[in-house]
């Protein structure tokens, strides 16, 4: 069975399809976080950081792992874990 991570939670691939184990339902569903507990917002950003800015290309908390959590910037400056999560903090809208 193949395995990973998506929003803290596990996922496994099943028939061609990735779905969330324990409560069984697909990825593209938009369940809550399973650290925060929050759902993604409708545009699609981690629900406890929102929108970040123009300069950010992509960016993830974490889920509840530290050493997960990164944002990458469209000049290529990248930050991740703690200093990730400390701009996540400082970046509040």
Request: proline share 2%; net charge negative.
């Amino acid at each position: 069975m193949i395995k990973s991570k998506s929003k803290g939670r596990e996922i496994v691939l099943l028939d061609g399809g990735w779905y969330y184990t324990g409560i069984w339902k697909p990825l593209e569903e938009n369940v809550p976080c399973g650290h925060c507990g929050k759902k993604s917002t409708k545009e699609g950003y981690d629900g406890c950081i929102g929108f970040l800015g123009d300069n950010v290309n992509a960016a993830c908390c974490g889920h509840g792992v530290e050493d997960e959590a990164y944002v990458w910037f469209y000049d290529g400056k990248e930050l991740h874990g703690k200093g990730a999560l400390e701009f996540f903090e400082n970046s509040k809208f």
